[in-house]
């Protein structure tokens, strides 16, 4: 191997020791949620929730350096009305039953002053992966525990979910409030 082609290999390897040195959380599914807000009717805003959000959160804020994978099954969907929850499952919408679940994954979290401001991932939603940036309120670790508060904006129609549009607004909102334990 030339010296040329370790370096190459040593710079490619480094990001990836320094990832697996960062302290491990496991997301806490009981003090976890995950939220959407839609226009309905161009007047009105449905709210709903997930429920059972899991996965794993590994931060370093000495290193400002961050990687988080959160899995979310989309028949956990509820918005206080089965019978809008179940077209939600549905075929036209999430499509529950060929894709449980979906999931954000990112390894670029941006700091500012020394605080995490925002985590560039990508979500996977009907096996549709698109980018997606949550803007972040607040990520705090102590002892053996993070918090952290988010949000951010997806397009729905992105991910062939374009039932009933524009009844249906296409924007997106989505806030997440997580806690992790450390592992």
Same mark, same amino acid.
């Given at each position: ?7 190459? %290999? ?31 009717? @161009?007047?009105? $805003?449905?709210? @709903?929730?997930? &429920?059972?959000?899991? &996965? ?10 961050g990687a988080i994978d959160l899995a979310i099954p989309v028949a956990s969907v509820a918005t206080g009305w089965d019978t809008r929850d179940q077209f939600l $499952? &549905? ?12 999931r954000f994954v990112s390894q670029r979290f941006r700091f500012e002053d020394g605080r995490v401001v925002r985590v560039d991932g990508d979500l996977t939603l ?7 940036? %949550?803007?972040?309120?607040? %990520? ?11 949000? @951010?904006? +997806? ?12 009844? +249906? @607004?296409?924007?997106?909102?989505? $806030? ?8």
């Amino acid at each position: 191997m030339t010296a040329a082609r370790a370096a190459v %290999l040593l710079a490619a390897l480094l990001p990836l020791a320094a990832y697996a040195q960062m302290p491990s959380y496991r997301i806490d599914s009981a003090r976890t949620q995950a939220e959407f807000e839609v226009d309905h009717l @161009g007047v009105l $805003r449905a709210q @709903g929730r997930f &429920g059972n959000v899991t &996965g794993s959160l590994r931060y370093d804020a000495t290193g400002q350096a961050g990687a988080i994978d959160l899995a979310i099954p989309v028949a956990s969907v509820a918005t206080g009305w089965d019978t809008r929850d179940q077209f939600l $499952r &549905g075929t036209s919408m999430f499509d529950a039953a060929h894709f449980p679940r979906m999931r954000f994954v990112s390894q670029r979290f941006r700091f500012e002053d020394g605080r995490v401001v925002r985590v560039d991932g990508d979500l996977t939603l009907r096996d549709v992966t698109r980018p997606v940036t %949550l803007t972040v309120f607040s %990520l705090d670790c102590e002892r053996d525990t993070c918090v952290a508060s988010a949000s @951010g904006v +997806i397009r729905r129609r992105e991910f062939a979910m374009d039932a009933w549009w524009p009844l +249906i @607004g296409d924007d997106v909102d989505l $806030r997440f409030r997580l806690t992790a334990v450390k592992e």
